[in-house]
């Protein structure tokens, strides 16, 4: 009867150490995914300010600056069509 119940005490633990091990690397992975789009709004507003302001940018132009219409301040943004 003791023997039964360790058995189960042991798969228990082993079960545990295993979703917590399988805890962790789902959290790696949605910490990296977090990471590679922390830059994505930006990135969004830049092309919408390409866009709206393409048909002020001289050709060959590797850096404009362009009004934010989100905000009373410019960007910097690369155009890096002309390189």
């Known amino acids: 009867m003791h ?3 360790s058995r189960k005490k042991s798969a228990s633990c082993a079960t545990i150490v295993s979703d917590l091990e399988r805890c962790r ?3 790696s992975l949605q910490e ?3 990471r590679e789009s922390a830059d994505k709004d ?3 507003l830049f092309g919408e300010l390409l866009i709206a302001g ?3 940018i ?3 132009n590797s850096l404009v600056r362009l009004q934010n219409y989100y ?4 960007h910097l943004c690369r155009n890096t069509a002309g390189s």
């Open 58 to 60: 001289a050709k060959n």
């Open 42 to 44: 930006k990135f969004r």
């Open 32 to 34: 990296e995914a977090l």
């Open 25 to 27: 690397n789902k959290r």
């Open 54 to 56: 393409s048909h002020s």
């Open 3 to 5: 023997t039964n119940w």
């Open 71 to 74: 905000s009373s301040e410019g």
